[in-house]
C-alpha cells in the first residue's frame, strides 16, 4: 500500500510505504491548518477464536513527514464515524453532528514513545 501526498507546485511524499494485501485504507482526512493526516486502516489478523478486523488510526506529520501517533481503535461508534466520513477534521478536532473530539496533541507529543489508547488521545 502507497499513498503519495503533494500538489502541483510542491514536493511529493510518500507516506506509507509498505505494501500489505491484508490491509485496507478505509478513510482518510487532512488536516490542512496542523498539516496532518488521519488515516483509519483495516487489517485482518489472527486470534484464538479466528480471524478478525481490526481498525488502527494513524496520523502522519507533512512537515516531519513522519507518523506521529498510531493505536488499536476498538470503539464501534468512534470507527463508524470515521469510516462514514460524515465529520469535518479540522486544527486538530473531529466534528459531527453537534458533537467535537478533540485529539489531544499536547500527549503525544510530550509521550512519544509510550504507548497511549484512543480513550487518552481522541477525548
Excluded: W
Excluded at 1 to 13: H, L, Q
Excluded at 35 to 57: F, M, N, R
Amino acid at each position: 500500500m502507497k499513498i503519495s501526498t503533494g500538489c502541483d507546485n510542491c514536493t511529493v511524499t510518500s507516506a506509507l510505504k509498505d505494501y500489505d494485501p491484508s490491509t485496507e485504507i478505509v478513510n482518510i482526512s487532512v488536516d490542512t491548518q496542523r498539516q496532518d493526516l488521519v488515516l483509519l486502516v483495516k487489517s485482518e489478523e489472527e486470534s484464538p477464536q479466528g480471524e478478525y478486523q481490526a481498525y488502527t488510526i494513524k496520523i502522519y506529520d507533512f512537515i516531519t513527514e513522519d507518523f506521529l501517533f498510531e493505536t488499536k481503535v476498538t470503539d464501534p461508534g468512534f470507527i463508524g464515524r470515521i469510516m462514514s466520513g460524515l465529520f469535518t477534521y479540522a486544527d486538530g478536532h473531529i466534528y459531527f453532528s453537534n458533537n467535537v473530539i478533540k485529539i489531544r496533541y499536547d500527549l503525544i507529543e510530550s509521550n512519544k514513545g509510550l504507548n497511549l489508547d484512543e480513550k487518552e488521545v481522541f477525548d
